[in-house]
């Protein structure tokens, strides 16, 4: 079990290109999240999977934003015609309910750079 | 809605105590506590949920009171290593995420 990974760790876009990130979460975690975190805040909430389907989303994301996670493994988020106020960390965890113990892992992120 | 986090930061020297609260508007199922290096992921610290107990291990411990919707995270006897910030997370019965507080800077200075 290596923990969750994400890629990449850094992206550079042009405004209005389309960029995708990728979260492979721990193999036997059913949930899955996408969280943004800009400087000095906690992370925000941007959608949640219990195995492939997709659960909830935050009323805050628009259109652009869009996540997968075909047959429940890896999840994919992307942006489509990204804007400066995208610029953010990416965070994606993965948990498991089994029990009273059912921290978040999180993965080291991916940091998104609008110019 | 976001919970709120106090104090927003706070310097200690290495052997004092410190704590951290958090309190939410919402009824909370569980308040989840992480903590977060500069650069780096959050890391899960602990879970408390409702109707549980007090949780705590080594000089880290958390209570949850259900009636206020308020936790607090206790450092006790600081380290170094302690330095970073540290979120809470709160879920609302019946929901299935966690919203993050904005965070508490600690910083152990020797």
């Known amino acids: 079990d290596t923990g969750v990974s994400q890629n990449p760790r850094h992206k550079i876009t042009k405004r209005g290109q389309n960029v995708t990130f990728r979260c492979d979460p721990i193999?036997?975690?059913?949930?899955l999240y996408w969280y943004r975190q800009t400087l000095g805040q906690g992370p925000e909430f941007l959608t949640y999977f219990q195995n492939e389907a997709q659960l909830e989303k935050s009323r805050l994301l628009s259109d652009r934003f869009s996540a997968e996670r075909p047959k429940g493994s890896f999840s994919t988020l992307e942006i489509q015609r990204t804007e400066q106020g995208d610029s953010a960390m990416y965070l994606c965890a993965s948990s498991i309910r089994n029990g009273d113990n059912y921290g978040y892992t999180f993965g080291s992120g991916t940091r998104l750079t609008v110019v | 809605q976001q919970p709120v986090q106090s104090p927003q930061a706070v310097i200690l020297r290495e052997g004092e105590d410190a704590v951290i609260n958090c309190s939410s508007s919402?009824?909370?199922?569980?308040v989840h506590w992480y903590r977060q290096k500069h650069g780096e992921a959050p890391v899960f610290l602990m879970i408390?949920?409702?109707?549980?107990e007090q949780k705590g291990h080594e000089k880290i411990s958390a209570s949850f009171n259900e009636k206020k919707q308020q936790s607090s995270l206790y450092l006790t006897a600081s380290q170094l290593s302690y330095s970073g910030t540290y979120f809470c997370g709160t879920e609302e019965e019946y929901g299935n995420k966690l919203v993050f507080g904005a965070g508490t800077i600690l910083r152990v200075k020797s």
């Open positions: 919402k009824a909370l199922y569980s």
């Open positions: 408390l949920l409702k109707g549980g």
């Open positions: 193999s036997e975690h059913n949930r």
